[in-house]
């Protein structure tokens, strides 16, 4: 590779859009290995917008949790991914490490207060700190409200917002310890604004989680904690879009409800994680940082 040159790293099956954000090796800054993310020609995120930072991610073994520690780890970042298959995060972990990265792995059910704050702990005691937490970790399935059992509702509302205050309370001595300034970033869906029909469970929590985040912000940003949250459109390399959209053949519906008219990928929401967590986010909190393609709006308007 000469000089200029880059080895795009973009999920497999998802071409790249003129313009579109990527991670990418550079070899523009004299150092094999170096990761940045560029626009264009022109790098937004060099390799040291994490350094020094430490990040736990809750379900980080696959998905966009995956892609965001990826990201992280990449730009410097030293990050612990957790979840509740120990294999499936330990094997996602020394990946990382075989890439150059810095990470590690811990078995933890977000459900469970003791197992959180001992994930925490591991991460401190592993690091030296914690200066970035992403609750990522939820659950979901399709069900009318009317056949929905109550053990179901509350399933969901115990990984998804349960799961999310639990990460946040246990984290939070530690973030505002962070000489860096902490940051809590929550993945949530505008469907938790708007209503999900069939998806009562997870609509109820997601819409928590936002009002959670802002309460938050508020009564912790005196503490330098900032706390947002991020809401993805359909991603059409994870494998809940591939599964219940695209390999059913309704792709191309799906895809027409974004404005933008088409689905988006794990490094969209994996580069708006980098951002929010990064120092450009700085004066940002309690914000909601909705990466749809638009579809929100088109929602309504139609």
């Known amino acids: ?138 659950g979901n399935f399709v069900c009318p409200s009317a056949e929905l059992s109550p053990n179901g509702f509350r399933t969901v509302i115990d990984i998804d917002l349960n799961g999310t205050f639990y990460g946040c309370h246990a984290a939070y001595p530690h973030l505002k310890a962070s000489k860096h300034g902490g940051s809590i970033i929550s993945i949530i869906t505008m469907l938790g604004v708007s209503g999900w029909p069939g998806a009562v469970h997870a609509a109820s929590a997601k819409g928590g989680i936002l009002s959670l985040s802002r309460t938050l912000a508020v009564e912790w940003g005196g503490d330098g904690i900032r706390v947002n949250t991020i809401s993805p459109g359909p991603i059409g390399d994870t494998e809940g879009v591939k599964r219940m959209y695209i390999e059913s053949g309704k792709g191309g519906l799906e895809a027409k409800k974004t404005a933008l008219g088409r689905f988006g990928a794990k490094g969209d929401i994996a580069n708006a994680a980098v951002y929010l967590a990064s120092d450009l986010a700085g004066y940002i909190t309690g914000d909601n940082l909705i990466v749809d393609g638009g579809r929100w709006l088109k929602y309504v308007a139609d």
Not at 19 to 24: A, D, I, K, P, R
Not at 80 to 108: F, I, P, T, W, Y
């Open 1 to 138: 590779m000469g000089a200029g040159s880059r080895r795009s790293i973009e999920p497999q099956g998802i071409q790249q859009r003129p313009g579109q954000v990527h991670v990418c090796w550079h070899t523009d800054c004299g150092k094999a290995g170096s990761g940045t993310v560029t626009h264009g020609e022109n790098c937004m995120f060099t390799n040291d917008t994490l350094k020094g930072r430490a990040a736990l991610i809750t379900g980080g073994g696959t998905g966009l949790g995956l892609e965001i520690a990826t990201a992280y780890a990449r730009l410097g970042a030293a990050v612990m991914l957790v979840g509740r298959n120990e294999d499936r995060v330990q094997s996602a972990a020394d990946a990382l490490n075989r890439e150059g990265g810095q990470a590690a792995a811990a078995k933890c059910d977000v459900r469970n207060y003791d197992e959180v704050k001992a994930a925490v702990e591991a991460a401190v005691q592993r690091f030296g700190s914690l200066d970035i937490l992403v609750n990522n970790a939820a």
